[in-house]
Nanobody
């Protein structure tokens, strides 16, 4: 069972920056796609950013140009650099690892880390 542990959340003022980290318990990044999702109170969980095992990235329109997803395979870790934060970025951020084979879908989640953007 793969475990994902997020860290780096906290309280930040509008316009500030945070860097989220997600550490995996196993060396999975070379074959798993990784993603960050977020869920604000009363809203559905939404995809923020994703990076494939091949290194391709995609972002939600609301964070393009402000957030950057990256990974370090040697450290089994994926990161989300968040700049120019806005109050609407306030949410619990979740790390996700996923992989689809011909026989099975693998889908793992972290416990989440709170990001609050407020003055």
């Amino acid at each position: 069972q793969v475990q994902l542990v997020e860290s780096g959340g906290g309280l930040v003022q509008p316009g500030g920056s945070l860097r989220l980290s997600c550490a995996a318990s196993e060396k999975i990044l070379i074959i798993y796609n990784m993603a960050w999702y977020r869920q604000a109170p009363g809203k559905q969980r939404e995809l923020v950013a994703a990076i494939t095992s091949g290194g391709s990235t995609n972002y939600a329109d609301s964070v393009k140009g402000r957030f950057t997803i990256s990974r370090d395979n040697a450290k089994n870790s994926v990161y989300l650099q968040m700049n120019s934060l806005k109050p609407e970025d306030t949410a619990v951020y979740y790390c996700n690892a996923n992989r689809l084979t011909t026989n099975r879908k693998y889908d793992y989640w972290g416990q989440g880390t709170q990001v609050t953007v407020s003055s």
